[in-house]
Nanobody, 125 residues
């Protein structure tokens, strides 16, 4: 059974940094994309970042480009999201996701088959 477990969320002041981790168990992911999504209160879940092809390809939402970095450690079967220069509007529950098979669309929720339980990120002003 595949499980994704996020960690690293918390409360941080605006301008600060956090690093989220997502540890996968039950299978390894190499070609398949792993991604991060987030959902703020009262809003739809949205794409944040994705990584595919063993880290050779990365994709970001415009709202986080230049501030967030996604990476993966294949040996640990873990994907990370380094978040710098955090803003109050980054406050959300962050979810890790993974594809069961490689699909070339990385920004849509529907292309991901496995999801973590989410971790809360709160940025105070």
């Amino acid at each position: 059974q595949v499980q994704l477990v996020e960690s690293g969320g918390g409360l941080v002041q605006a301008g600060g940094s956090l690093r989220l981790s997502c540890a996968a168990s039950g299978r390894t992911f190499s070609r398949e994309a792993m991604g991060w999504f987030r959902q703020a209160p009262g809003k739809e879940r949205e794409f944040v970042a994705a990584i595919a092809w063993s880290g050779m390809s990365t994709y970001y939402a415009d709202s986080v480009k230049g501030r967030f970095t996604i990476s993966r450690d294949s040996a640990k079967n873990t994907v990370y999201l380094q978040m710098n220069s955090l803003k109050p509007e980054d406050t959300a529950v962050y979810y890790c996701a993974a594809q069961k098979i490689h699909r070339i669309i990385y920004t849509a929720e529907t292309t991901y088959d496995y999801w973590g339980q989410g971790t809360q990120v709160t940025v105070s002003s």
